[in-house]
């Protein structure tokens, strides 16, 4: 069977199949398929590896992990509802879910303000399902965040932390002192001397960062002003993976951004029964006054409005967790070549 080449309209309005040492003539693009019609393809954020699929009324890029049917790939977390642990006076942010599908029952934002040359916690995601695994492989995770701000006069950006969480199963956990240092001691030998300045705790009442280690058993966080002390409590460790930061985000609210990028990492070792989180931290570096932040998750019928992450872990070896739907799709590649 022929293979069939690539076609350019020629000079005289006749297609031509290009030869590899061929150039288009200026002025002269390859014929565009139905894919590629504005009003009839809804594409936003594509990178290699999303698919384009017909939904019945126009066609949509979506991550392969969502949409292909079979199909290699690796799994997709999204930025989801519903809130986990809300914002109050004893945890400055909130803990939200991270979906292994999109979640689509609406639009919701996240909004934080940042005086000049400061950084603040917009939130955390944290999925409900172990990872039932031991090792996470090396290669590309790509975030996607959808982001704006009120005043673009300064750079701003996400460093977004994937964590591995992992449970005190039968350790308890207490905390004790006052102000916005407290101490706490585990039942049993739990913490690491890792976890000074890098990891953070969770407890029922938010999540904490580990400012210093003492022991095996002791060490030490910082709280909001309002934290109150918890006695023999069931907890966890999010211990940071990795970091990876975004690009300036300049678009002008309420008109938010997609911002994807890739981190090349390599390959983690962890627990069957931990879970993933996801830190994001939203920075300010100068500018002319205050800043405010603003990220979406969900979504509607549009599946392409969903802040995620893209993981190594493939899709089908039997340790995942992500069901994939049905539907016709074709694969995208050298969306960036």
Not at 31 to 60: K, Q
Not at 76 to 84: M, R
Not at 90 to 96: K, M, R, S, V, Y
Not at 254 to 283: C, H, R, Y
Request: proline fraction near 6%.
């Amino acid at each position: 069977m022929a293979t069939r080449k690539p076609l350019y309209r020629g000079a005289d309005g006749r297609l031509v199949e290009m030869g590899l040492s061929d150039e288009i003539p200026t002025g002269n693009l390859p014929e565009l398929t139905e894919l590629a019609v504005p009003a009839t393809t809804v594409i936003a954020g594509a990178w290699p590896g999303d698919i384009i699929r017909f939904d019945g009324t126009v066609w949509r890029n979506e991550p392969l992990s969502f949409g292909s049917p079979g199909a290699a790939g690796s799994e997709c977390f999204y930025c989801a509802s519903p809130t986990l642990l809300a914002k109050s006076a004893e945890n400055g942010f909130p803990i939200l879910s991270l979906a292994s599908a999109p979640v689509t029952t609406g639009e919701l934002e996240l909004s934080v303000t940042l005086s000049p040359d400061s950084s603040v916690i917009l939130a955390a995601w944290k999925s409900t399902a172990a990872l039932n695994r031991s090792s996470l492989p090396g290669g590309i995770w790509t975030p996607l965040i959808f982001c704006g701000t009120d005043n673009a006069t300064g750079v701003t950006w996400d460093t977004r932390s994937v964590a591995e969480i992992v449970g005190s199963g039968a350790i308890t956990l207490t905390t004790t002192g006052s102000g916005t240092s407290r101490t706490v001691t585990a039942s049993a030998s739990f913490f690491s001397s890792g976890d000074a300045a890098t990891n953070w705790l969770e407890t029922p009442k938010g999540l904490y960062p580990i400012t210093a280690y003492s022991s095996p058993t002791v060490v030490t966080i910082a709280v909001p002003v309002g934290y109150s002390n918890e006695v023999a409590v069931v907890g966890a460790r999010w211990k940071i993976l990795f970091s990876t930061y975004s690009i300036d985000i300049n678009a002008i609210s309420p008109t938010e951004m997609p911002l994807g990028w890739d981190s090349m990492q390599n390959t983690f070792t962890v627990q069957a029964a931990s879970k993933l989180g996801v830190i994001d931290q939203v920075a300010n570096s100068g500018g002319t006054g205050s800043i405010t932040v603003t990220m979406t998750y969900n979504g509607g019928v549009d599946f392409t409005q969903h802040s995620r992450l893209y993981s190594t872990i493939p899709i089908g070896d039997g340790q995942g967790t992500l069901a994939t739907a049905k539907g016709f799709a074709i694969l995208v590649t050298n969306i960036f070549s």
